[in-house]
């Protein structure tokens, strides 16, 4: 932690783990989709509370940030899983065979 704070690389650092997160979180609003459909969303709203408590808990700055990150991320996840769905209607994203989908029941 002295080595970023020394060379003030720690917003740069902190910037490239915003970056990965949310490169992460890409692929789980998928793959949660995919299996679980948009029940997956409450596992994002919980991730995001826990990570909002944790990095209200958590004493250093930098730590405490890259929770915030992900917590925010699991908040937004949550908005991705809905307009996900949206994207396998359309065709965009292969649709789970063994799931029914909504607009499946449409007549």
Known sequence: MEFLTE???????????TFLIIGVFHPLVIKG????????KWWFLAAGIIGVIASV?????????????F????FWSIKEVEDQQE???KG??????RRTYPWDNKQ
């Not at 989709?33 to 997956?40: N, V």
């Open 57 to 69: 808990l958590v004493a250093d700055i930098f730590y405490s940030s890259l929770i915030g990150v």
């Open 87 to 89: 994207r396998v209607r």
């Open 33 to 40: 989709e995919y299996y679980f459909g948009t029940k997956c």
């Open 7 to 17: 060379y003030r690389i720690a917003g740069l650092v902190i910037g490239v783990c």
């Open 71 to 74: 917590a925010f991320s699991s």
């Open 92 to 97: 965009w994203f292969p649709r789970n065979p």
